[in-house]
């Protein structure tokens, strides 16, 4: 397979871009694997990729019932951070981000990520305070670009917010950190899918899982839409569609509901908006950004429904409509694009699952909220270290399916000034 460089690009420039490789092969499924990971979206890529890269596993397949990129993987707001403020979840995510800023050299593949900044803005006193608690608490433990912006300062670097007296969420400053920002989905996808079959990964598209075959407590076998396959070891990285796979492994119950979160974006427009900036306030949610293209990039709350839908609905239109003229008047006049949501698994305390399972060959990666896009490359590593160890890194011993009989909630389902309100 070619090598992305400077130089095969502009050869193949000159060569009327005739002589690109084929990105990832499409093989035939194999009667057996060693390991098989369902679902093909950023989790389950990474997680191939790692256990391929880091552990040396050379049997592997991912399983995806439609194509690679057409799930949530291509259905997000595309925000990378590492402002979180529990143990562990602060280790996992500045991994994640770390990762995120060699992505690019280390998969060969230009992931798009752009080191923005995030900006959390801030209303209240007790607001400020809440947050100067966490980003010290982020300084003091590995993260060393947390900083509280007072006023003056968001002024001069975000200058059109709506900064007004009578304004309805008025910016008292912002919690800030430099080194988060953007990257494109569909090409980190595409990414970890070249980079995973490079190391013999077989990518197994329009295959879906419709059944298991248990002996006793192993799962010996998936029944696909493409035939039959036996496995060693089973991985679950399935996004919405959890619980139903979850049934089809013989069990009923599981501490997750499949909701729907909504994403817009707007007509293309001269360069507006340099950062992510969020906020979360008087029961409202919201986080914009502007693409590379132009559009303005934003969203809101999940839909506190339970659904498998993955379109939208105008009530979150108006929701999201007000958010963005509230906090960024110049937008008034600004036309929607496109309008698309995601299904996602919410855990009943915002956090997710990286574990193994009452069966002893299956791993679960679940639950992920609003943070699925962000840890996807500390999520498929931290997750092939489970498979391929069979027992959880430090890091993610507490994201159990067994956390809620022992009481420990990791209630931080984002990491705003307020974590109940931001994603």
Not at 208 to 213: D, P
């Amino acid at each position: 397979m070619t090598r992305f460089s400077a130089w095969s690009v502009f050869r193949n420039g000159l060569r009327g871009q005739q002589d690109w490789d084929r990105q990832w092969r499409d093989p035939e499924p194999r009667p057996h694997y060693d390991i098989v990971i369902v679902g093909g979206g950023l989790h389950g890529l990474a997680t191939a990729y790692y256990l391929a890269k880091n552990h040396a596993q050379k049997n592997i397949a991912v399983v995806e019932k439609g194509w690679i990129g057409g799930g949530n993987a291509g259905r997000n707001t595309t925000i990378v951070r590492s402002n979180y403020f529990l143990r562990g979840n602060r280790q996992f995510y500045e991994h994640s981000l770390k990762l995120w800023e060699d992505l690019s050299h280390e998969l060969n593949y230009n992931v798009m990520f752009s080191q923005r900044s995030h900006i959390s803005l801030l209303h209240s006193p007790a607001a400020m305070d809440g947050a100067a608690r966490r980003y010290n608490i982020m300084r003091l433990t590995g993260t060393p670009d947390a900083e509280i912006w007072d006023l003056a300062t968001l002024k001069k670097n975000v200058p059109h917010l709506n900064y007004g007296s009578d304004a309805r969420f008025p910016i008292l400053g912002a919690a800030v950190q430099k080194r988060a920002g953007t990257a494109r989905h569909d090409a980190v996808a595409w990414g970890y899918a070249r980079a995973a079959d490079q190391l013999g990964v077989d990518i197994l598209q329009n295959c879906e899982v419709t059944g298991t075959s248990r002996e006793g407590n192993r799962i010996t076998a998936l029944e696909t839409s493409r035939g039959r396959i036996t496995a060693g070891k089973v991985g679950f990285a399935v996004a919405g569609n959890t619980s139903r796979l979850w049934q089809m492994a013989g069990f009923s119950t599981l501490p997750i509901e499949s909701h729907k979160l909504q994403a817009f974006v707007s007509e293309p427009l001269k360069p507006l908006l340099d950062q992510v900036v969020v906020f979360g306030v008087g029961g409202a949610h919201f986080y914009i950004s502007q693409s590379d293209k132009g559009g303005m990039v934003f969203g809101g709350d999940l839909d506190w429904y339970k659904s498998y839908a993955q379109r939208g609905n105008l009530p979150i239109v108006q929701d999201v409509a007000e958010c963005a003229v509230s906090i960024l008047p110049c937008l008034g006049r600004v036309r929607l694009l496109r309008h698309w949501s995601g299904v996602m698994d919410m855990s009943m305390d915002g956090a997710p699952f990286i574990c193994k399972t009452p069966v002893s060959n299956l791993y679960l990666n679940a639950g992920w909220n609003y943070g699925g896009f962000k840890a996807s490359p500390a999520s498929g590593w931290y997750f092939a270290d489970l498979i391929a160890n069979d027992r959880p890194h430090e890091y993610i011993a507490n994201h159990n399916l067994e956390r809620f009989e022992r009481g420990i909630m990791l209630d931080e389902r984002g990491a705003g000034p307020d974590p109940k309100l931001h994603g």
